[in-house]
């Protein structure tokens, strides 16, 4: 038997007549008027035909608003459908929500339970269920802009530091950038876009997309030096692209000590100057070589990471003695990553906010010099802190080479957060820094810290 039609129903067909019936009265008195205008004007008197035009006039009038009123209700009854289509919409999605916060505690219940010995208090369990939303914490304190503790940087063009996941290139700057990146000929030569790039990493928007174009390269590239003689020249000038930098030359970065101008590594592409001698030797306690260095560990030390490492000096003197050493660096203002790969070491370019990208426990050693310094925010300094134990193998080394602070930071902040890694220090010296002058108060710390064998 079908279903009687229901009271919505009903009250649709009712609205549906009366809008049938006020056209039919409008064409019954249209028609009406048409014939009796057939007739002569003097059958009718004046006031007649007046007050008929009025009548006819009132009942088109009547007609409309029937008509804007039975359109009127039937916007409202769309819109209480709507208004319930969404309420069920949230409620299914509230319910959605509901059953994955459901999934992920049972899932996180059973990998606890699986990870806790026979007769283990089950307390242990509740907490840790507990802790889900702590997690979510240490997320946001990960991802969130840090201040730079000294300001703004010229080399980086910013004052704070971004985390390169979690903001989807940040900033409307960086879409925009990004969308320059992103608009090159496909097939064709990539744009000369080496400080659009920069820019964009050092501001978050890191790994960038790959991209289908050639890069560009010198207009009139020479080959490399052999090894060993290229570890120690000075590429031709040919051999760059230097449409990034002020300098257009290496005889230009090399005069840049001499003018006193402030630029990332001042001297580091003069091979003859202070570079030929760094880590041979040790000049206080402060200068630790290669050499003592690798005695610690003698024949264990084969594979590296030199965080920041210029134009790539310490991984030279490492791969002259059989150890290969990466080193990360950025082009501030010079042809840092270039420069390592025409020496014959392996450059990478990335950013310090970066997650190193290394499998767990498969280095040797980690080299830093003055890039893990007070500069960096407190927290940012203490997740990089921790990435480095990540990828540094049991009984690894922690170079830490000229890290400086002020005076009184060193001992309130952060040797706590060195010591939190619970490494052996196979080297602690502390000396004053004073380039800048005595009145900072600035202090070097160089350190040679091993990671445990075990952790427990």
């Known amino acids: 038997m079908a279903d009687l039609p229901s009271f919505k129903e009903w009250r649709s067909l009712a609205i549906l007549l009366i809008f049938l019936a006020s056209n039919f009265f409008m064409l019954f008195m249209g028609i009406s008027w048409r014939s009796l205008s057939d007739h002569s004007a003097s059958k009718f008197p004046a006031d007649f035909r007046q007050d008929f035009a009025l009548a006819s006039f009132i009942a088109t009038l009547s007609s409309r608003l029937n008509l804007t009123q039975a359109e009127l209700h039937l916007t409202r009854h769309e819109l209480v459908q709507l208004k319930q289509a969404l309420q069920a919409s949230q409620k299914l999605s509230n319910t959605l929500l509901t059953e994955a916060t459901k999934c992920l505690r049972s899932s996180t ?40 503790p000294l300001g703004w940087n010229a080399g980086t063009t910013a004052s704070n530091m971004v985390s390169p996941i979690g903001h989807a290139c940040g900033s409307e700057t960086n879409h925009i950038n990004l969308a320059k990146f992103m608009h090159y000929d496909i097939g064709g030569i990539c744009p000369d876009d080496q400080a659009l790039v920069q820019t964009l ?3 978050g928007c890191e790994p960038l997309p790959r991209r289908r174009c050639f890069a560009r390269g010198p207009p009139f590239f020479r080959e490399p030096l052999p090894l060993p003689h290229s570890l120690w ?3 031709p000038d040919d051999s760059i692209l230097w449409s990034s930098y002020i300098c257009k030359s290496f005889e230009c970065l090399n005069g840049r000590k001499r003018r006193k101008v402030f630029d990332d590594c001042v001297d580091c592409f003069d091979l003859e100057g202070r570079e030929k001698n760094r880590w041979t030797v040790s000049h206080n306690e402060l200068d630790f070589s290669v050499d ?4 610690l560990k003698p024949g264990t030390i084969r594979i590296g990471l030199d965080i920041g490492g210029g134009t ?34 392996v450059p990478l370019f990335l950013t310090i906010a970066q997650r190193l990208p290394f499998f767990d426990n498969t280095l040797d050693m980690v080299h830093t010099m003055h890039v893990l310094s007070r500069w960096l925010p ?22 830490l080479d000229h890290f400086f602070c002020v005076e009184d930071q060193l001992d309130a902040i952060y ?9 052996q220090k196979l080297r602690w010296n502390v000396g004053a820094k004073l380039d800048r002058g005595p009145e900072l108060k600035e202090i070097y710390l160089s350190a040679v810290l091993e990671k445990p064998l075990f952790r427990t």
């Open 109 to 148: 219940s059973l990998n606890l339970q699986e990870n806790l010995s026979v007769g283990q208090d089950l307390t242990y369990l509740g907490a840790n269920l507990a802790d889900l939303e702590a997690q979510g914490g240490e997320l946001r304190e990960f991802t969130r802009a840090h201040t730079l």
């Open 201 to 203: 990493m050092v501001h």
């Open 233 to 235: 020249s000075i590429p």
């Open 292 to 295: 003592e260095v690798l005695l």
């Open 312 to 345: 790539g000096t310490f991984a030279v003197r490492m791969k002259e003695r059989n150890v290969t050493i990466v080193t990360t660096s950025l082009n501030l203002n010079g042809p840092f990553n270039n420069f390592m790969a025409l020496r014959g070491v």
């Open 378 to 399: 407190i927290r940012i300094f203490e997740f990089l802190l921790f990435d480095i134990d990540r990828i540094l193998r049991p009984g690894g080394l922690l170079w």
């Open 415 to 423: 040797t706590p957060l060195i010591e939190k890694l619970g490494y």
